[in-house]
């Protein structure tokens, strides 16, 4: 019987075997752009069908956008009457003098960016459209990094299926409302950023030596990307790190100096928008949201195992807009938040009458909600001396807990929406901690398990209308 077992397991080890290298010979034979172009597709569909209605009522930057296209910065609100109404928004800064005015807060990259399409459609131009969109070139974007930094197609492949299906990134771009848009276009940025640092550093290499002259323009051109970046997410900038140890200049100085002149054009740009607009250079209209914006009422199965977390909530006046006080009970929602459980219910998870499984409106556990980062924990712990995985590892770091210091971690959400700061650089980590482990039933199923998670987790924000 023992034999017969161990037979058996011989057996589908050696299928898997031959199934997987057959895909590597078909993948092998595909042209990347190809390849990109199908990832592309894949992404935008699945993206555009998760949330066919797209009732997206919180689209700021369509606002922003007709703004600029009325040659003033701030929106009208609150308007309650008319076919288009913004009074019920959150996350607006009112002009003081200037009744029936605001400004936003965020950095005004996305509303840049769906300015051709308010121009065509005013304030019915789907905002929701154009993330789903969007994001589906991030999974491309996604398959051009990952096939970076491996040699076996097959592990690319399955680093960006994680990537766009089994990690926040879905939620983000299907949802597209203000806050998840904002991810998305500054995801584009960051993922061309870091592909672009891996070329620059390969095409040195290959001509064995670094250009001559203070800068590297090809460097400086990384960083204007990532530059870019931050006119979507400010918080994304303090991924700096990574630039200084991967791209072209041969040093680190040379390196950080190129990228940094390059980030420093759309720095100055978000920062003189800020000041003429707003009066500093950073928005005060985060400050003011501090003591305005609705605070989350903490639940779900942590809370029921420890009451205690039902005190989790913001505390203006006492603590700062960043305050490291937050980190312990932030790093809480990012890694240890669990849905809300309901024993009373059958074992459907997707019974929208009583599940025996919801997530909390508060986040997810990335643990939990994506548990294939977690292949990034041994190249971190036996690689770091490598430059590139010092650099990603930094920049995660810096940018977490930067995050975690922050007053608000991003509810209503599913997951934990704040990882898209800095997901594309763990997606390196967890792309070579993939490529060190091979493709295996347990790494597939570690990615197998995130994208169930993930497709969960879509679903009941659809249908919770969040």
Do not use: K
């Not at 930094?149 to 680093?159: E, I, W, Y």
């Not at 975690?404 to 997951?415: A, D, E, I, K, T």
Request: overall charge positive; charged content about 10%; proline content about 7%.
């Amino acid at each position: 019987m023992q034999g017969s077992i161990a037979t058996t397991v011989v057996h589908l080890g050696s299928l898997a075997s031959r199934l997987g290298d057959g895909l590597r010979s078909a993948l092998v034979r595909v042209r990347p752009s190809w390849l990109s172009l199908g990832f592309a597709v894949l992404g935008g569909l699945v993206y555009v069908l998760s949330n066919p209605e797209r009732q997206n009522i919180y689209n700021h930057f369509a606002w922003q956008a007709q703004a600029f296209l009325d040659g003033r910065a701030s929106i009208p609100w609150p308007v309650a009457s008319g076919p288009f109404q913004n009074a019920y928004f959150q996350d607006v800064y009112p002009v003081a003098g200037e009744p029936g005015r605001a400004l936003l807060p965020f950095p005004p990259l996305p509303a840049i960016v769906l300015l051709p399409f308010v121009a065509a459609w005013g304030l019915s131009a789907n905002a929701a459209l154009v993330a789903a969109l969007l994001g589906g070139i991030n999974v491309a974007l996604a398959w051009r990094l990952a096939s970076r930094l491996t040699s076996d197609p097959l592990v690319a492949v399955l680093a960006t299926l994680f990537y766009g299906f089994g990690t926040v990134a879905w939620y983000a771009a299907m949802l597209g409302s203000t806050w998840f848009f904002a991810h998305v276009v500054a995801s584009t940025f960051l993922l061309l950023a870091i592909t672009g640092a891996l070329d620059v550093e390969r095409h040195e290499a290959s001509r064995g030596r670094a250009p001559a002259g203070p800068i590297d323009w090809r460097q400086f051109l990384v960083g204007l990307l990532f530059g870019l970046a931050a006119g979507a997410r400010l918080t994304t900038i303090f991924a700096a790190p990574f630039f200084l140890f991967v791209g072209g200049g041969g040093s680190p100085l040379r390196r950080g100096l190129s990228a940094g002149l390059g980030a420093a054009i759309p720095l100055v740009v978000l920062f003189t928008y800020n000041l003429v607009t707003a009066g500093g250079l950073l928005h005060p209209g985060y400050e003011y949201l501090y003591g305005h914006e609705f605070q989350p009422v903490p639940s779900g199965l942590l809370v029921d195992l420890l009451p205690a977390l039902s005190g989790i909530t913001y505390h203006p006046g006492d603590w700062a807009l960043q305050d490291p006080r937050y980190v312990p009970q932030n790093l809480l929602i990012m890694l240890a938040w669990l849905p809300e459980l309901r024993l009373d219910c059958g074992l459907s998870l997707l019974d929208q009458a009583c599940p025996l499984l919801r997530p909390d409106r508060l986040g997810t556990s990335l643990l939990l909600s994506s548990p294939a980062w977690l292949l990034a924990l041994p190249v971190v712990l036996h690689d770091a001396r490598r430059r590139i995985v010092l650099g990603a590892a930094l920049a995660v770091g810096v940018v977490a807990v930067v995050n975690l210091m922050h007053f608000s971690q991003g509810w209503v959400q599913f997951g934990y929406r704040f990882s898209n700061d800095f997901a594309p650089f763990l997606l390196v980590l967890m792309t070579l901690g993939l490529a060190r482990a091979g493709v295996r039933w347990w790494t597939v199923g570690l990615v197998a398990v995130s994208v169930l998670v993930n497709a969960w987790g879509v679903y009941w924000g659809v249908v919770l209308g969040w």
